[in-house]
């Protein structure tokens, strides 16, 4: 059976319900540009299906596992990053600021990026 959630942002995107600058699509996943890009290349990858995080993804998901992460490269094709390199972020849970519960990879290029993650907080969400 389909998960889906009526409530969620990123199923309406993903049935079309509500407009995204669509990036690539298969029968698995939609990749689109982040609404609020932190970077020159911003885009979000998700699943089809209503998982809310990392963490509920369970053996039984594994083909959707792979598509994600199979789709970051068509991806960072499609956005002109794949030569010079992108950062493929899941942000899971309250330390990790995830705000929207479905899953997705932010996948971000186009500019060097600094390591680790957490020495700048650019993006502080809940917290305007
Ligand atoms: P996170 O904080 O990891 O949960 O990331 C959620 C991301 O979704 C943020 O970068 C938002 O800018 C982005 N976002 C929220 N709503 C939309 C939308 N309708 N279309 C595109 N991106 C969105
Ligand atoms: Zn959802």
Redesign the pocket.
Known sequence: MTRHDPEC?FCK?AAGQ?P?KLIYRNDHVVA?????P?APVHA?IIPLEHIASLSDLTAGDSEIAAEILLAARVVAEKTGVLESGYRLVF?NGADA????GHI?A?LIGGKTMGWPPFAGRE?A?GEE
């Open positions: 942002i995107i509500i995204a689109f540009h982040d609404l609020n932190t979000l942000n600021l995830q705000s929207v997705h932010h993006v969400h």
